[in-house]
């Protein structure tokens, strides 16, 4: 970001850190502020009515909650809630829509950001019709591994179903063929991931493809 774009909005800029399940923005809700996440790992999730749950797109510091709605000045439609717990920058959505309309270097920023998280939407649509549930877990195991910056982190079997597409007591035995191969370690919530590059040899072809777009805007880092 532009120094002068910085500037601009350090007043309305504010730290904040989030709990593991804190909602940010409801669906079907108008967007007071947009979230940068610094630390905290944000999922964007459909609703259905009879409260299931589906994933669109998992934010980390390459992401940014809330920003087309804030945009458009349309509503939310998807639940926006902390995945893993961590810090975050809140900035109101129309003081960042309002330097966003003044310095066209900030709106290809966001417009970058905003596109690399509908990659992200549109291969997971295509993930989760066509590949299997160990493959997509290893993808998105891989993904979070990027996003945290870290090879552990507090997952419960809860959030993984829901990130997955599958159902609670699927996720288990998934998980466990995982462990059984020596790729992850998984006990009481925690995740480790053991051998990274045995797992994206388990995972399908949708996480090169987002992690590719991803690394071409520069915007997430890899554990090697």
């Known amino acids: 970001m532009r120094e002068e774009d910085v500037v601009a909005l ?6 904040i850190y989030v709990s593991r399940g804190q909602v940010l923005i409801p ?11 610094s630390s905290a790992v944000l999922s964007s999730v459909i609703v259905l009515n009879d409260g299931r749950q589906c994933e669109v797109s998992t934010l980390g510091t390459e992401g ?25 920058i809140a900035v109101p959505s129309e003081a960042l829509k ?13 417009l970058q950001r905003l596109q690399a998280s509908q990659v992200e939407a ?15 877990l290893a993808r998105w195991l891989l993904m979070t591994m990027d996003r945290m910056g870290a090879v552990e982190f507090p997952l419960t ?5 829901v990130m997955v597409g599958v159902q609670r007591t699927t996720i288990s035995g998934v998980a466990n063929r995982l462990k059984h ?13 053991l051998d990274p590059v045995g797992l994206e040899s388990e995972a399908c072809e949708c996480y090169a493809i987002i992690r590719d777009r991803s690394d071409a805007l520069g915007l997430v880092g890899r554990q090697d």
């Open 10 to 15: 350090r007043p309305h800029l504010r730290e």
């Open 27 to 37: 669906e079907n809700t108008r967007v007071s502020h947009v979230y940068f996440p």
């Open 64 to 88: 940014i909650g809330g920003g087309l709605a804030c945009l458009t000045g349309e509503f939310s439609t998807e639940r926006l809630f902390a995945q893993i717990a961590g810090g975050l």
């Open 98 to 110: 309002a330097r966003a309309l003044t310095s066209p270097a900030l709106l290809l920023l966001l």
């Open 122 to 136: 549109g291969q997971g649509v295509a993930c989760n019709a066509l590949h299997e549930a160990p493959a997509r």
């Open 157 to 161: 079997q809860t959030y993984l179903a």
């Open 181 to 193: 191969l020596g790729l992850i370690d998984y006990s009481r919530g925690i995740v480790t991931i």
